[in-house]
């Protein structure tokens, strides 16, 4: 299975401002894209979507820390997973978890969604 991924990568002009107002709670910050679909080759149409916002906070206090992201007026990814931005981690822990701490333990709403920019690619998946 190919190892790049369809969706939206975080501008450093969104990255930043968004890294001051939530800091990272672990030493490993990603905030780098959000997922559309994993496994694409390098010739997948673009998603249409350019920008998001950032609606809530998914931590379950052992080292994965998510940001949910609404894309097209909702959170729910096409797989059954849900739209987010892995955050920070904490040692042994990987980016794909954030899919697991947001399942069982679900998120927190922040008190004010961000309207973030997101630019539509196909990239290398972070480990």
Request: glycine share 10%; hydrophobic share 35%.
């Amino acid at each position: 299975m190919s190892k790049l991924v369809l969706g939206w990568l975080l501008p450093v002009a969104e990255r930043d401002p968004l890294l001051a107002l939530i800091p990272p709670r672990y030493p490993r910050v990603m905030a780098h894209h959000v997922t559309l679909k994993p496994g694409v080759q390098r010739d997948h149409a673009l998603p249409r979507q350019t920008e998001g916002r950032v609606v809530g906070l998914a931590d379950d206090e052992k080292g994965v820390q998510a940001l949910v992201v609404e894309i097209g007026g909702t959170t729910d990814r096409p797989d059954g997973s849900t739209y987010h931005i892995t955050w920070s981690l904490g040692p042994g822990r990987d980016p794909v978890e954030s899919n697991d701490v947001i399942r069982e333990r679900g998120w927190s709403p922040l008190p004010e969604p961000q309207h973030i920019a997101l630019r539509p690619a196909v990239f290398g998946s972070q480990r």
